[in-house]
């Protein structure tokens, strides 16, 4: 398939005569990307190994679709065969979400980590950051780390060339080499998928999708056609992020609202100390994280995304045996929204006492906030 292109549409003017070849010209790169979005899902069957303490690309053995055929094997010579890089085919950001399953036999606790690496620019290295930190320890049991991330490809290209590309990782400091799950349930699983363009224009109205007057105006081709499609290559997402901060003790009935004040990314400038406003109605993925600074109390860690500052949707809610190991807890929800509505991250732990947050950059808290549908 020949790599998508990002639509263009031009603008009409009331003077304009409506051919056919213009149309087709506005509408079959808009249709071509936005019925097929570059989209992966891979997995892996082999039961890789992992050493301890080091941070690992996890290969992926068996592609479930991949609809601009964006993965591919490294081409680094020190990578050689390696298949766990997706190449970005074509500028935006990437909603990727990695479920890496480990199959740990160990009633000692130890931290387990998914995560993501990224290429971003040809020369610069985004990552490795990693999804809430799980602590886990039991004679038979499979721990699951999950990390959702949304990550920018600023230059786009064929697969192996010379753009941008994500590779999924994980890391486990267990103190030993420890193994993926090859059991059929629970294999290691990614799905990477282009969300937004780099750049646009905004705010633009949800698409009015109007009946078509007669005779067709200029106004009505700008926003059926124009605004239709421009919004639907460029719609709202925020990502925010931080490394500071700590959580009070509490209970899940009296959330405490963390705040990222990193942005990374919020093209409607809907985010705000905390809280993320819809700019227009429809629906969202909401995903959020926090990680704690290692603790030595026992204690449940729980993360929840609170809507209008009243219903909290919890995510995980994991009990911490302690022993001095970090910690954290995830969410990832659809919502729908009406334009209006808040979204603010929320968490809560009942250690007796406050807790730090987690201060290195690869297990930072954060906020993401994608726009779907209507």
Not at 170 to 179: E, F, N, P
Not at 257 to 286: E, F
Request: aromatic share 8%.
């Amino acid at each position: 398939m020949v790599n998508p292109s990002l639509p263009s549409p031009v603008t009409w003017s009331p003077q304009d005569k409506i051919f056919v070849p213009r149309l087709r010209a506005d509408l079959t790169d808009a249709v071509a990307l936005l019925a097929a979005r570059p989209y992966f899902v891979g997995q892996q069957t082999t039961g890789q190994s992992f050493v301890s303490a080091n941070e690992i690309v996890v290969t992926m053995d068996t592609e479930l679709t991949d609809a601009w055929n964006g993965h591919q094997e490294d081409i680094s010579p020190a990578f050689a065969g390696v298949t766990a890089d997706y190449w970005a085919p074509l500028p935006g950001w990437y909603l990727c979400d990695a479920r890496i399953p480990f199959s740990y036999t160990s009633s000692t606790p130890a931290p387990f980590m998914a995560g993501f690496i990224a290429v971003v620019g040809v020369s610069s290295t985004y990552g490795p950051v990693h999804g809430p930190i799980m602590a886990n320890g039991s004679t038979s049991a499979t721990v699951t780390p999950r990390c959702v991330d949304l990550i920018q490809q600023t230059i786009g290209g064929a697969p192996g060339g010379q753009g941008d590309f994500i590779q999924p990782l994980a890391r486990q400091d267990s103190g030993s080499a420890q193994t993926l799950s090859v059991t059929a349930f629970a294999l290691p699983t990614v799905s990477i998928r282009w969300v937004c363009a780099v750049s646009g224009t905004q705010p633009l109205p949800v698409p009015p999708l109007t009946a078509v007057p007669s005779p067709i105006t200029s106004a009505w081709l700008n926003a059926n056609l124009r605004d239709a499609v421009n919004f639907l290559v460029y719609p709202p997402v925020c990502k925010a992020h931080t490394t500071s901060g700590s959580v009070a003790s509490g209970t899940l009935s009296s959330p405490r609202a963390v705040s990222p004040g990193t942005v990374d990314v919020d093209n409607y400038g809907a985010y705000s100390a905390g809280l993320y406003t819809a700019p227009v109605s429809g629906r969202y993925i909401v995903a959020g994280q926090v990680n704690f600074a290692s603790s030595s109390t026992t204690a449940t860690y729980a993360c929840g995304i609170q809507v209008n500052g009243t219903a909290v949707l919890w995510g995980d809610a994991l009990r911490f045996a302690g022993s001095g190991l970090a910690g954290g807890a995830g969410v990832t929800k659809r919502i729908r929204l009406s334009a209006g509505d808040t979204v603010q991250l929320v968490a809560a732990q009942n250690s007796g006492a406050a807790l730090n947050l987690n201060t290195t950059a690869s297990n930072q808290t954060r906020l993401i906030v994608v726009w779907e549908g209507i």
